[in-house]
Each structure stands twice: as structure tokens, then as C-alpha cells.
């Protein structure tokens, strides 16, 4: 009943043709123009918002796709445009940080004051490498898992109130038997999640139960955001798409580990199971990494 409700509120704003002009067409007219444009720099701001707005069409379109019995192509297509995304704005941050360490070079010492003002929501960076993971692209898991290393240790990320975040880290260092780094003002683990972690290489009925019990959680913090709390998946997409859990299965696999069955809702949905074929970016995706490859 509860993905049967979120997916009853998707199907109803896919349906809305001005939904699909404003955060499908639309956005396709700007990320064309950004292709064919010569100008420097490009209106960085009109190509971050439209891959945002794909980001949120294809999400949509992609989850009804899978419970219709569908491929994860749209997925992997809201996937990229998040991933575009993400890219424009380490490399925008990476410059930044460049140029401060030179003035500070001047100086004679890095100081708060040269140091680039934080871009990329942390909780956002985590669904990302979520995602990788549970859409089997795992080359670029790798490359987001180290991002995010590297994002905490450099400061390229704001918003440290996920509850998402710290889960996806610990999972990606045990994945790569590397500890997590130790992070000032990180959220502390929710005990769903820890007993997850905890129980990640087992093969007794505890890890079934932790399972269940994360996906329990993962519905907990899928509400709309409110005046004093940000809720990790606040947007339907996500809601019912739990990619961190996926994300721990996807792990187990690689590792030579069988996954249990789990009657759990969002399990039992085909929205619960590891896509077995990954796609890759769009044309006009494509066409857009070219164009940032060579302008950042």
C-alpha cells in the first residue's frame, strides 16, 4: 500500500503536460542551446537548474517504468543528469580551491577567509553514490565513493544533517576495507543503519532483520521537508526507491554474498531489486559531458 500511494501521486503529475514542458522540454531547449553555444563562460547557473529538473522527470518516469515491469533506463538517465550535475560543481569548487590556495600562497597561510564557500548538498552526493550502486555502475560508485572522501576532507559539501550521508560513507570504506575518515559535525549513525552495517557480511537470519528493519526506517525519513526538519528522501522518487538499502545489496554481491528475500514493501516491489543492466548517458547527455569536460 505504501509504494501503491507514492506511486499514485507520481502517475499524477507525470500526467500534467505543463509538468512535462517545464521540467522536461524546457530544460532540453536550454541544455541544446549550451551545446551549440560558444559563449565563455556559459550561464552555468541555466545548465545546473535544467539537469536538476531532469534529473526530477526521468526519477519520475523511471520508477513508474520499473513497477510497470520496465527497464532502469530512465533511472540510469536521472542517474547521469544528477551526475552532470554533481560534476559541474566539484570541478567549479576544485578551480576555486586552486586559485584560494595561490592567493593564500601571497599570504603566507590558508585561512578561512580564502577557503571556497561549500556547493554540493552532502546529502545529495550520498543518493548519488547510492545510486551508482544500486543501478550496477560501478565505476562511477567508486569514482562518487572517493568524491566524497575527498569532498569532507577539502569542504566542498554543506547540509551535515543526513542521516544518509555517514551511512553511505561507512558502507563505501568497508567495501574498499579502508576506514572511514573522522569527520567533525557528521551525523551520528541511526541504530537501522548500524545494525545493517553491523551485519553486512552475514549470512544468519540477523542481517534479513536488519533489512527490514532500515527499509522501516528509510520510509520514516521519506516526508516533505518541513520548517524544522529536512527529511533524506523528500522526493517521491526517492521515497519508494531505496537506494542506500540497495546499495548494501549491490555490495554483499560483489563481495560473493547472496542477498536474502525480504518480504518488506519496498522489497517486495520490483523497485527492491538490483538492476542487471546499466545504461549510459543519453545524447544529449553525452553531448553535455563533452562540452563541461572542456569548459571546466
Not at 521540467?23 to 547557473?45: C, D, H, I, T, Y
Request: glycine share 6%; charged share 25%.
Amino acid at each position: 500500500m505504501v509504494v501503491g500511494n507514492f506511486r499514485k501521486e507520481i502517475e499524477e503529475w507525470i500526467a500534467v503536460p505543463f509538468n512535462e514542458d517545464f521540467v522536461f522540454q524546457r530544460p532540453l531547449a536550454v541544455l541544446k542551446a549550451f551545446v551549440a553555444s560558444s559563449e565563455s563562460p556559459p550561464n552555468w547557473g541555466a545548465v545546473l537548474e535544467a539537469l536538476g529538473s531532469w534529473s526530477t522527470w526521468y526519477r519520475s518516469r523511471g520508477v513508474l517504468d520499473v513497477l510497470d515491469g520496465g527497464t532502469h533506463k530512465h533511472l540510469c538517465e536521472a542517474f547521469w543528469s544528477d551526475y552532470l550535475y554533481n560534476l559541474i560543481m566539484r570541478s567549479s569548487f576544485r578551480e576555486e580551491l586552486k586559485k584560494a590556495k595561490i592567493r593564500s600562497s601571497f599570504l603566507g597561510r590558508f585561512t578561512a577567509s580564502t577557503q571556497p564557500r561549500p556547493r554540493i548538498s552532502l546529502n545529495d552526493h550520498g543518493l548519488l553514490v547510492a545510486q551508482a550502486f544500486a543501478l550496477g555502475l560501478i565505476t562511477q560508485a567508486e569514482e562518487l565513493g572517493q568524491s566524497l572522501v575527498e569532498g569532507l576532507r577539502d569542504g566542498y559539501f554543506y547540509g551535515f544533517d543526513t542521516r544518509l550521508t555517514p551511512f553511505v560513507l561507512e558502507a563505501y570504506s568497508r567495501w574498499q576495507s579502508d576506514p572511514s575518515p573522522s569527520v567533525e559535525g557528521l551525523c551520528a549513525l541511526p541504530a537501522e543503519y548500524d545494525e545493517l552495517l553491523r551485519t553486512l557480511t552475514f549470512t544468519s537470519e540477523e542481517f534479513p532483520r536488519a533489512i527490514f528493519k532500515a527499509c522501516d526506517f528509510h520510509l520514516s525519513r521519506s516526508k516533505e521537508n518541513t520548517d524544522d526538519e529536512t527529511f533524506e528522501f523528500w522526493e517521491q522518487g526517492y521515497a519508494i526507491y531505496p537506494v542506500e538499502i540497495l546499495m548494501v545489496m549491490r555490495i554483499r554481491e560483489l563481495l560473493g554474498l547472496k542477498n536474502p528475500v525480504s518480504d518488506h514493501p519496498l522489497l517486495a516491489s520490483p523497485l527492491g531489486k538490483l538492476a542487471t543492466e546499466s545504461y549510459p548517458m543519453n545524447s544529449i547527455q553525452k553531448d553535455v559531458f563533452d562540452k563541461v569536460s572542456k569548459s571546466v
